[in-house]
Nanobody
Framework: EVQLVESGGGLVQAGGSLRLSCAAS????????IGWFRQAPGKEREAVSC???????????NYADSVKDRFMISRDNAKNTVYLQMNSLKPEDTAVYYC?????????????????WGQGTLVTVSS
């Protein structure tokens, strides 16, 4: 069974940092792209960041413009875990953050087709 479990959310003041974790199981983690998404109250879910599988020692990552230079995605294949380091947090980053798995192999449009989702973790940034 494919499972994704997020953790690390919480309440933080503006300007602070949090690191989210996404622990995965039930599929070939190292071959899969993993993405972070968020949904703020009253808004549609949006993509935050996605990281590809590691190829030749390198992984490709993309970011939403709103989080570039503040958030960093990384993966540890030995732990089947993807992280989202969030720095310089703003009140508008407040949302439920979800991780999701793209189980397609070798595609350039990573995270455009998602096969499994976690239950989400709440991030609240106070002003």
């Amino acid at each position: 069974e494919v499972q994704l479990v997020e953790s690390g959310g919480g309440l933080v003041q503006a300007g602070g940092s949090l690191r989210l974790s996404c622990a995965a199981s039930g599929f070939t983690f190292e071959s899969s792209a993993i993405g972070w998404f968020r949904q703020a109250p009253g808004k549609e879910r949006e993509a935050v960041s996605c990281i590809s599988s590691i190829d030749g020692g390198l992984a490709y990552a993309n970011y939403a413009d709103s989080v570039k230079d503040r958030f960093m995605i990384s993966r540890d294949n030995a732990k089947n875990t993807v992280y989202l380091q969030m720095n310089s947090l703003k009140p508008e980053d407040t949302a439920v953050y979800y991780c999701a798995a793209d189980l397609r192999i070798g595609v350039p449009d990573i995270c455009n087709a998602l096969d499994a989702w976690g239950q989400g973790t709440l991030v609240t940034v106070s002003s």
